[in-house]
């Protein structure tokens, strides 16, 4: 029988669990969450897993990763165990199971470390710039060339590893064995749910919901391209300049959506913020605004004068590209894909 830590409890607190220990096990979370089937059943089952502290099976267990936190179950929760809350607590932990460097718990778990994690990165990013004498076109010139290569080293060295442990821990710990042609055959649903994030559909009442992620995906995916293949900011093509004007705008007006709704708390999903989920929605607003600024200073001929509009902008790339993407709350979109995809493939086994 697997180990049981009656300690867990507390430890996943730090990842945002509130008062689950309340729950005795009613059911109702789950016979109104519209996501839990009899085979898949949740969030109850999680709940008892946390409060006892079976880390093994949490670990191997893709079930947090199919709620999208709907809140129906908090809603109607007779004991106010914010099972909702829990599921998203479990992702949270579950990312720091996944990180191989250990850095995702460390950060989840402390604000002060993630602040001085985020110093860290503005200092390097002022400090290359007066390594360059605060010269425009070399500093946007390299700026240019560390998206890329931000991006590939984030995927090689850090998520792609990850992405292996969590294979690890959910399919070889299964002990289900599948064909590479059924692997090959059925990534169409890893794409088909990082694109569209579908299942979220089955939520009640979430039909609004779904459509801001749909764009916000669609725009951010279209920005990265924009900005790292097509050059935005050197960019003369007048296509490429308004396709980037109207992706970082749309950034924009979903993200202020986003952090006025955790302000106002008016949904479930955003009653219970924590840093982490601040830093995301934040900094993707930062970033659709910064970008869209940077590209009308350029426009207007003015950037060289006021490169500390360009500066900013890099920091909030860089902090991005270096802790949001590798260890925060955005490797939830990646997580959950490959989740779905794993999902999809053990059906296949049984
Ligand atoms: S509804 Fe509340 S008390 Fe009942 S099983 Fe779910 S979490 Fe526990
Ligand atoms: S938050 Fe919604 S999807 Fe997640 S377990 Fe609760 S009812 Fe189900």
Sequence with gaps: MAGIDPKFGEALKNYGAINFNACYNCGTCTAVCSLSTPENSFPREMIRLSVLGMEEEL????????????????TYCPQT???GELMMSL??????????????GLLYKSLPLTIVAFLLVAI???????????NSETIMHYGHYFEMIAIGAVFAFIL?????R????????SGKK???TTYVKTSGELFIHMFTQKRSLGCDDNQFRWFEHFILVIGYLMLLFTTVFLDWFGSQNLFVILLGYV????IFIITVDFVKSRIQKNREVSKNSQPSDWFFVIWLLLMGLTALLVRSFIGLGIIENNLWMYLIHLTVLAQWALIIVPFGKWTHFLYRSFAMYFEALLAKAN
């Design 247 to 250: 992706e970082s705008a749309l």
């Design 124 to 134: 390097g990013v002022i400090s290359f710039a007066a390594s360059q004498a605060f």
């Design 91 to 104: 992702r949270r932990w579950l990312t720091s199971k996944y990180d191989w460097t250990g850095l995702s």
């Design 59 to 74: 670990t191997s267990s893709l079930k947090p990763w199919l709620c999208y936190y709907c809140g129906e179950c908090t």
């Design 178 to 180: 599948l064909s590479l």
């Design 81 to 83: 165990a914010n099972p």
């Design 160 to 164: 792609f590893p990850n992405i292996i």
């Design 166 to 173: 969590m294979w690890y821990f959910v399919m070889v710990r």
